[in-house]
């Protein structure tokens, strides 16, 4: 066993018995390295990644790649999941390198962290075009040992090109004309045929869903509905969607949405939760009701730690394979569910007797199927000529008999460890379903798993860790943790009024503002000043898989800012708008969580104030009521009469009380407030208006 097998993170504890040396990222294997003269092999990846698992087979447990790696350089393993800062600065090192990136990430740099050679995906030997292991490893010992000045010189413009392209100063005001260049571009790129944008392989991106609901309903463009909703639809019907298990798969390999990366991320299934749950808000829809109960129910089974926090990730391969836990042969399923039901169940869902499914790199027929749908509900109705009751009777179980046959196969890894970021996304997603959806159990759900958070993954500082397994929390925490973390405990709070959630809010929004803000430039850096010292310190608004840190804090302070009143938290988040404008101005498509926030900005958001007891049956009737009419442009407090807690986190609600002692509405546009009222459907008129 290596030094990783001190580390909690399940991937660095894969590569515990290979025989190469590795050092977990820190100060011993930079000391080491400097000590010895060598230069640096760092390879970043997730417990998930198949590419990951293909080169560890092939080179890592390999002991002659081993040997070359051990006589020549200090290897370092990074989970990119546990230190997102050295992941980001080294993959736009690569991206500047090659032009593409990706995981598992290989990088050669000097012991003071400068890169000079970057790739992805090295075989053991040459493959093709693709130079492997035998040929890199070599060339690049022999040039550090002869060739030193020429790597030097290198890793010089690297580090130059970093640090001029990482700097950022404030720009223009945001135009409200990007709103339509957005739509414009994805109108340009929307796949008429299977929904999504552009080609395969193609990514949920739920934040550019909620984009696109969100300027239908500013802009009155039904055609912005209509792509987020066909995109919805179509990542349902495809094999991206686990039709026994529920929950979705990474991303879909072709344009059909149906042949999946089957590793399941914690933060796609937070975010497509939020997506369904505004496609159901502007709709009314019940099938995007549906969708966002399956996915909770994944994660309540399979994803949820017994003290209250969510589970990271689920492997892609089982048994060595990518996808064998979930795909199925004709014959299995047949000879499960018997010839009439097996037949109903093979049609209904594109089973074939020779296979679905290809291998990814041969695209040869494995004889095995993934589970997709064609059709919806009402046409698989009329083709099999039976009723809607009939039809989920047959669904629910067929599905629950495939489902308890699958549990008896070898399971995917499961990465549990939990991560603060993308807890906080999913706590937002649950307390969000818990609010729209008027169901208890997610909002509790959410409440345990914020709870367990402040009160094991906190420094005594009041700072957050980025980590916790197996009883110990550790590492720092980075932006995404704090900006995603404000963001769970807005939903929170509106989800269940408790002032403690808020004002939560509000002290980590302040340690934000201390750690990671920009005093020269505006915006926030990625990792805390003093916890690592890289050849840039990071700052970025794009948004990835998941939505930039950047613009998820600037639509929390919006937010804030009309829930507390202190105008500072819009001032903030003007500021963040200024230094991403340029490039969200030229490339909005990145940019969307950015747009959605300028959105709220723009489309006259209003403060929706209810007055009364939250025990009383007029207030509870008032809240549901008001939470059950879509308005992406508003925040709701409910002031109880009796407890001035709001107050001292809100000191402009000092002044609106209840009429007659009856639940009273206020309706308020900037803190002016319109004349009170004690008629919900007067209030939501105004509300309206």
């Given at each position: 066993m290596n030094r990783l097998a001190h580390e909690q993170s399940p991937y660095l504890l894969q590569h515990a018995d290979n025989p190469v040396d590795w050092y977990p990222w820190g100060d011993e294997a930079f000391q080491k390295a400097k000590e010895l003269d060598r230069p640096i092999f760092l390879s970043i990846g997730y417990?998930?990644?198949?590419?990951?698992?293909?080169?560890?087979?092939?080179?890592?447990?390999?002991?002659?790649?081993?040997?070359l790696l051990n006589d020549n350089f200090i290897s370092i393993k990074v989970d990119r999941e546990e230190r997102p800062e050295v992941d980001h600065v080294y993959m736009a090192v690569c991206q500047a390198m090659t032009g593409g990136g990706g995981w598992p990430l290989t990088i050669f740099m000097t012991p003071e962290k400068e890169p000079f050679f970057a790739g992805t995906y090295f075989p053991k030997d040459r493959r093709g075009q693709r130079p492997g292991m035998f040929q890199v490893v070599p060339a690049i010992a022999d040039a550090w040992k002869n060739k030193r000045q020429d790597i030097l010189e290198s890793k010089d413009r690297i580090k130059g090109?970093?640090?001029?392209?990482?700097?950022?100063?404030l720009g223009d005001a945001l135009p409200d004309s990007v709103f339509q260049t957005a739509f414009t571009y994805f109108k340009?790129?929307?796949?008429?045929?299977?929904?999504?944008?552009?080609?395969a392989p193609k990514f949920p991106s739920a934040h550019n869903l909620v984009y696109l609901i969100r300027y239908s309903e500013y802009s009155g463009d039904a055609h912005a509905l209509k792509m987020a909703e066909e995109t919805l639809k179509a990542m349902r019907k495809g094999g991206i969607f686990d039709h026994l298990g529920f929950g979705f798969h990474r991303y879909s390999t072709d344009s059909h949405w149906r042949v999946p990366h089957f590793e399941k991320m914690l933060y796609d299934n937070a975010m497509l939760t939020m997506a369904y749950l505004e496609a159901f808000g502007a709709t009314g829809d019940k099938d995007y009701e549906k969708v966002v109960r399956e996915i909770l129910t994944y994660i309540t089974r399979d994803m949820t730690d017994p003290e209250g926090g969510f589970y990271s990730a689920e492997d892609a391969d089982s048994e060595g394979e990518e996808g064998k836990f979930y795909v199925w042969t004709a014959e299995e399923i047949q000879s499960i569910l018997g010839p009439e039901d097996g037949g109903r169940f093979v049609s209904i869902f594109n089973v074939s007797n020779d296979g679905n499914f290809h291998d990814e790199a041969t695209q040869k027929q494995t004889g095995s199927n993934i589970l997709y749908l064609r059709e919806d509900w009402n046409a698989i109705e009329k083709r099999h000529n039976i009723d809607e009751k009939k039809l989920d009777e047959f669904f629910h179980y067929t599905r629950s008999v495939l489902f308890n046959e699958r549990k008896?196969?070898?399971?995917?890894?499961?990465?549990?460890?939990?991560?603060?970021?993308?807890n906080g996304l999913m706590i937002a997603a649950m307390a969000k379903a818990g609010a729209v959806l008027d169901d208890p159990d997610y909002v509790n759900r959410a409440k345990k798993a914020t709870d367990f958070i402040l009160k094991n993954m906190k420094t005594e500082d009041g700072n957050l860790y980025k980590r916790s397994r197996n009883g110990q929390a550790g590492l720092p925490g980075h932006l995404d943790d704090y900006s995603f973390l404000v963001w769970g405990l807005i939903e929170l709070y509106e989800a269940t009024f408790e002032t403690q959630y808020l004002q939560e809010a509000v002290h980590l929004s302040n340690k934000m503002i201390t750690d990671f803000w920009d005093s020269d430039n505006g915006g926030f850096f990625l990792g805390r000043l003093g916890d690592e010292e890289l050849i840039v310190r990071a700052k970025t608004g794009y948004d990835g898989a998941i939505p930039s840190g950047n613009s998820v804090a600037a639509f929390c302070f919006l937010r804030l800012g009309r829930m507390t009143g202190n105008t500072?938290?819009?001032?903030?988040?003007?500021?963040?708008?200024?230094?991403?404008?340029?490039?969200?101005?030229?490339?909005?498509?990145g940019f969307t969580q950015l747009l959605s926030?300028?959105?709220?900005?723009?489309?006259?958001?209003?403060?929706?104030?209810?007055?009364?007891?939250?025990?009383?049956e007029m207030t509870k009737h008032a809240v549901n009521h008001v939470r059950g009419q879509y308005n992406p442009n508003r925040v709701l407090l409910l002031k109880n009469p009796d407890d001035t807690a709001l107050e001292k986190i809100a000191p402009w609600t000092e002044a609106q009380n209840q009429i007659e002692g009856k639940t009273t509405f206020y309706v308020c546009e900037n803190f002016a407030c319109k004349q009170p009222t004690t008629d919900i459907k007067t209030a939501l008129g105004l509300l309206d208006e």
């Open positions: 417990s998930t990644c198949h590419w990951c698992h293909v080169m560890e087979h092939e080179s890592f447990e390999d002991d002659s790649v081993a040997k090109y970093m640090q001029q392209s990482n700097k950022s100063s340009d790129q929307f796949d008429t045929k299977n929904g999504g944008f552009g080609k008896t196969r070898i399971h995917p890894l499961k990465d549990d460890k939990i991560l603060t970021d993308w500072q938290w819009l001032d903030y988040a003007e500021t963040i708008f200024k230094v991403f404008s340029k490039s969200a101005v030229s490339y909005p498509r926030a300028f959105l709220f900005q723009t489309n006259n958001p209003v403060e929706f104030v209810i007055v009364g007891s939250p025990e009383n």
